[in-house]
């Protein structure tokens, strides 16, 4: 019986191994050559399109290329609608997965500065449409919204992660921080909750290697926010929605 598990546990190591292997031969190459050509495309105002497929080739390799297996459920989003979709944050995997499964939507998120610094990813990122968000300094951070808030006007969908930072927790999600709910009251579109989990299992926060699994993605009812509240109750709307999202994630299974 020892020997047996001996073999079954050195067989999933290897595994391990040769999906690591694979996920940086593939990785790797697809997210120089797609930040290459969309920074080169940046140059012709009429390519946002073709940059935004790309970007979406990008996403799905990073998912099959992890090994990572979506199980989603979306039965209430209409493809003619935008969205602020505010999603729980787990891994680094998180933005690939999500980009990957809404074709139709091809949400811009907001991410921290530092990232849009990135040699090659950075402004493969920026020419993607996707929002630098400076956190350190608060008039420059309300600046930054403001321009997601116009996008959103214009018709585009935003990606939110409330918690701030990836939640290593197994059972509860972090405290949500305000700007995301500023930018929905301001915006006035349909928020859509995304829960999601298994990401952390994958990639979590801090580790140098993958494991391949599954992660459960549920899109929540939308939420027509600016019926119920202003920009006054945001700090009301943030714990409805902490409950909601809450509720969502432990019933995920």
């Known amino acids: 019986m020892a ?4 073999k079954s546990g050195l067989v999933k190591r290897v595994r391990i191994v040769w999906q690591n292997v694979f996920f940086l031969a593939a990785f790797c190459p697809v997210t120089l050559l797609v930040s290459l050509t969309v ?3 940046s140059r012709f105002p009429r390519t946002m399109r073709l940059r935004r497929k790309l970007e979406g080739f990008w996403a799905k390799t990073a998912v099959v290329a992890a090994g990572v297996r979506v199980v989603c459920d979306f039965a209430h989003l209409d493809p003619r609608q935008n969205y602020i979709f505010l999603s729980n944050h787990q891994s680094h995997l998180d933005i690939p997965i999500i980009l990957s499964l809404f074709p139709e939507f091809r949400p811009r998120f907001l991410a921290k500065e530092s990232l849009f610094k990135i040699p090659i990813f950075g402004p493969g990122m920026g020419n993607t449409g996707h929002f630098s968000v400076d956190r350190e300094n608060r008039r420059q951070g309300m600046k930054d919204l403001e321009r997601v808030v116009q996008s959103v006007r214009q018709g585009e969908s935003a990606l939110v992660f409330p918690e701030g930072t990836r939640n290593t927790g197994a059972e509860s999600l972090l405290t949500f921080q305000s700007g995301a709910f500023i930018l929905l009251l301001k915006s006035n579109v349909p ?6 989990d298994g990401t952390k299992r994958i990639l979590p926060k801090g580790a140098k290697y993958l494991r391949p699994g599954t992660v459960r993605v549920r899109a929540l009812p939308p939420i027509d926010v600016g019926q119920d509240y202003t920009l006054k109750d945001r700090e009301l709307l943030k714990q409805v929605m902490w409950r909601k999202m809450q509720e969502g994630f432990l019933h995920l299974y």
């Open 3 to 6: 020997s047996k598990e001996g």
């Open 39 to 41: 920074i080169a495309l």
């Open 191 to 196: 928020a859509v909750p995304l829960v999601l």
